[in-house]
């Protein structure tokens, strides 16, 4: 893989917005992509996503691009709902396919197949919401999460110290499964993939509980330290872990890898397939660690693009 290579200029449509509840992150990710590519001299388009699919399959017709920039986040975008799309049309298109996709977004799934690939994840289990309310199905303190979500929506930390868990019958839109994931105190790392390299590792500090939506795309949510000031082994250990991970499931293009380190081990919490793309986003941020520009970055996701048949 050649980091910074130029493909030759194309005719680009970039799909963004969509209608999960990452709409905002990914209208904003799809902007910055499409600036990117311009200035680098590719022609783009950009459609913003919608429930209408005849519409999207009109648009990207009309556009006829040779390659799509998928800057979806989210269900349909993420989750290898588009991807099948993109597959029936027989277009090239940017990250992860469909199965890896799909597989990626439901975060049960991908600890499974982590632990059985060697790595460190936290104990966790899923029970239905119900089973959740009546009573702790581990001890505190633990996560509990939605099993198929993005940027840490419906995320919440149950302390030893806390009257009953901040959940109810009402207030939980994920379904009836809820992931129950052991706590891990520590320091958040992650760790960007792109095509066979791991870039680098960053530590996201918050002043918030945790690394929650707020805290990733808000304006001085967090506070990114890169290179992380980890020791060097643990460094190799979490990219080496991330590439392993990025492999595991088959990833392609680009991904990120978030780790809890609690000062002796690593645990891997998710991966993302689509990584943010905005101002804010750590991806670009550690790309440019490395020596790779945005339009470099963009440019090459643009010619790692493709489409299995």
């Excluded at 303190?141 to 995320?155: D, F, L, N, R, W």
């Excluded at 590792?201 to 949510?221: C, H, L, R, S």
Aim: glycine fraction near 10%.
């Amino acid at each position: 893989m050649t980091a910074t290579a130029n493909p030759a200029r194309k005719r680009v449509c970039v799909l963004h917005g969509g209608f999960s509840s990452e709409r905002s992150v990914s209208l904003e990710s799809g902007r910055a992509v499409a600036a990117g590519l311009e200035r680098s001299g590719h022609q783009v388009s950009l459609v913003d996503v919608s429930r209408d699919l005849p519409e999207l399959i009109r648009a990207i017709q009309a556009v006829n691009p040779d390659v799509i920039f998928n800057a979806l986040h989210g269900h349909f975008g993420e989750d290898g709902g588009v991807q099948g799309i993109l597959e029936v049309l027989g277009i090239p298109y940017t990250h992860s396919g469909a199965l890896a996709s799909a597989v990626a977004m439901n975060k049960p799934l991908t600890q499974k197949l982590f632990a059985r690939a060697g790595i460190p994840v936290a104990e966790h289990v899923v029970a239905p919401k119900d089973v959740v309310l009546a009573g702790e199905v581990m001890p505190r303190p633990y996560v509990i999460k939605p099993p198929a979500e993005g940027s840490s929506y419906g995320v919440l930390i149950v302390h030893e110290d806390m009257d009953g868990i901040p959940l109810s019958a009402d207030t939980w839109p994920f379904g009836e499964e809820v992931m129950v994931e052991r706590f891990i105190p520590g320091r958040e790392l992650t760790v960007a993939v792109m095509g066979d390299r791991a870039l680098a590792v960053t530590e996201i500090v918050t002043d918030n509980q945790f690394y929650d939506f707020e805290a990733k795309y808000a304006p001085g949510g967090s506070r990114h330290i890169l290179p992380a000031p980890i020791p060097e082994d643990v460094t190799r250990e979490a990219m080496d872990l991330a590439l392993r991970a990025h492999r595991t499931l088959h990833c392609r293009g680009v991904s990120r890898t978030d780790f809890r380190y609690d000062g002796t081990g690593l645990y891997a919490l998710e991966i993302n397939t689509q990584p943010g793309m905005t101002a804010t986003s750590l991806v670009p941020e550690q790309a440019r660690h490395v020596g790779i520009s945005f339009e470099d970055l963009v440019s090459w996701m643009v010619g790692d693009a493709t489409c299995p048949r």
